[in-house]
């Protein structure tokens, strides 16, 4: 058992309390790892998270991509990937960007509220399919703010949650 | 074990001790509180230094207070240092208590209570000013120079600078942080967009406590000349470009070029805290042209929005010595329903470098 160094993280973490000494020579030896760059790797970790927490987005509160999903219960979701900007006079947007994507031509931000509100059409086998979305903006000075509400897909109705990423 | 004990330790006192935040959101100014009790330990750390103190209650229970007396250098300045309180000295605090329930105040004054001799008043804020009203320094080609004259020292001290507000708005009352003594003045204080306006309410309305600048998130934009300890400029004619250098803001710089370079294209910028500076002197005025901010950050102390579009319009002007006329325009059409104008006077601290310190997240003790 040679396993004085592992990496985590990019951080290495050597597993031998007294360097240079090859503990696998000593089966009654234990291996006890190096507390100071256990710290080190911890307050890295700390400091490291501190920083994404501290990297909210302060200039309008819609504008970015979030993440969520839909459906009418907890076993039957769809995963929502949404991109909104804001370009002074129109929040506009686009629901799953890439081939399938879904263009939000103005999203509805009820700023005494909080409340957000959109339509657009998905393309359906048979034709369009209506998307009519309602939700409530909560949290709007945290980085990972969310909408919540209500999400109607054809005739399909659920609930919904999305979070800025 | 050694581990363990600093480990709860640590625990113990970020559990205790609300992290370093906007005063307004972190102290209840509406009340007041006196402690009276037992020095146990000094705290002399950026960008605050406590004091804490033994307590007892009416029913015979100590409890264990944080008693913030401001900043280091700042208290070095006026006579206070670490040692000025031992342990075990009974003293006074009359302070300013924490909202919620941790025991923590901001101190007013703090008595020995043996001697009643007063120890600690919080002391105000650096004057400016100090320098006399000579005139501005040059360059050799009679430019006025932004930084001392050669083999002299000084910077210049943001004091009495609160919140970016449009010139043409009047008395508006506000505290030192930007918070405003009547919200109804919003609407004079720039001409927001509504989504915009929401936004600066909610940051009014909740005492500025989600201010970055509390996650020391850099200052960027006009609050960098709000920041306490100054700023500094270096004018490196040689290379065309001028270093602003921020005593508050963890060895932050910015860089304005002067070499005459045209302004990028937004499109092309790299977004950052500071944007993206092209400068020309217009006569004595040296005018500075940005764009390329990213959002991370409230622009002025108070809680304005901005976008990416946010493109300043900087004018620096040294009257005399003593004096740095600072007015910026600032254009948002994403937030603000027009270019709107404001600024400030930052005073000439003669005879002394900037002085620094370094925000660390909730580096309160």
Known sequence: MRNSKSVIAGCHLSLGSDP???????????????MRKVAAFLIASVIGLSVLAG???EGHPLTG???????????QRTHITMVMTWDGKTIGGTINPGPDAVPVDAIALDVTKWTVRFDADAKGASGPVRISVEGQLNDIASAHRTI?????????KGDFKLTRD | MRWSLAAAAAFVVLATIAPLAQRSALYDSERQVRLEGAVTRVEWVNPSAFVFIDVRDGGGVVA??????????????????????????LVTVDGTPARGPNRQALARSIVHKASGKRLFD???????????????????????????????????????????????????R??????????????????????AKAIYLHRQRTQLRDDPITRCM????????QMPNGVQFIEQREVGRILVLMGGGNRNWRVIYTDGRPQGQAAEAVLTYYGTSVGRWDKDMLVVDSIGYNERFWFTNGGLPHTEALHLTERFSRPDASTLKYEVTVDDPRTYTRPWTGGWTLQWVPGEDIEEYFCEEGNTP
């Open chain 2, 64 to 89: 264990n207070w944080a008693v913030e007396i401001g900043n280091p250098i700042n208290l070095e300045r006026h006579k206070w240092t670490r040692r000025s309180l031992r342990i075990g000295d």
């Open chain 1, 55 to 57: 990297t909210a987005q």
């Open chain 2, 122 to 172: 919080m002391p105000a804020a650096r004057p400016g000013g100090t320098g006399r009203a000579a005139p501005a320094p040059r360059w050799p080609d009679g430019q006025v120079r932004l930084g001392p004259a050669p083999g002299q020292k000084g910077y210049w001290s943001a004091t009495g600078t609160k919140a970016l507000v449009e010139s043409t708005a009047a008395n508006v």
């Open chain 1, 148 to 156: 919540t509400g209500t999400w109607r897909q054809g005739t399909a």
């Open chain 1, 20 to 34: 240079g000494s090859d503990p696998g020579s000593d089966p009654n030896r234990r291996i006890v790892p190096d």
């Open chain 2, 218 to 225: 850099p200052p960027g934009g006009p609050r960098q000349f």
């Open chain 1, 65 to 75: 991509t979030w993440s969520g999903d839909w459906g009418p219960g907890v076993n």
């Open chain 2, 174 to 195: 506000m505290n030192d942080e930007g918070l405003l003594a009547n919200l109804t003045d919003a609407d004079r204080v720039a001409p927001m967009l509504p989504w």
